[in-house]
Nanobody, 124 residues
Framework: QVQLVESGGGLVQAGGSLRLSCVAVGRTFSRYAMGWFRQAPGKGREFVAR????????YYGDSVKGRFTISRDNFKNTAYLQMSSLKPEDTAVYYC?????????????????WGQGAQVTVSA
């Protein structure tokens, strides 16, 4: 079992930056790929980014490429999502997820563990 706790959400103006953190409690953190999804009001959960256990492979959704960066610190059991050049359409609840298989983190229905979510609001 893995428990995930996000932090770092908030309100920011368009063009600004935020960093989300996701602390994992439980089994060996480095054995899990980590991912971020987001869900805007009235929409489905959208893939944002994922990273493998060693932090050497990353993937991004098309809407965030070049603006968001996923990373992890296995000594701190923490994954991060650095968000820059934020746009109002980035407004959503952001969820971190963990799964032993990085490919499963491309699909929210296949990801094993979830955090509680962090609200990110970008004003125009």
């Amino acid at each position: 079992q893995v428990q995930l706790v996000e932090s770092g959400g908030g309100l920011v103006q368009a063009g600004g930056s935020l960093r989300l953190s996701c602390v994992a409690v439980g089994r060996t953190f480095s054995r899990y790929a980590m991912g971020w999804f987001r869900q805007a009001p009235g929409k489905g959960r959208e893939f944002v980014a994922r990273i493998n256990g060693r932090g050497s492979i990353t993937y991004y959704g098309d809407s965030v490429k070049g603006r968001f960066t996923i990373s992890r610190d296995n000594f701190k059991n923490t994954a991060y999502l650095q968000m820059s050049s934020l746009k109002p359409e980035d407004t959503a609840v952001y969820y971190c997820a963990a799964d032993p298989v990085i490919g499963d983190l491309a699909d929210p229905t296949r990801s094993d563990y979830w955090g509680q979510g962090a609200q990110v609001t970008v004003s125009a």
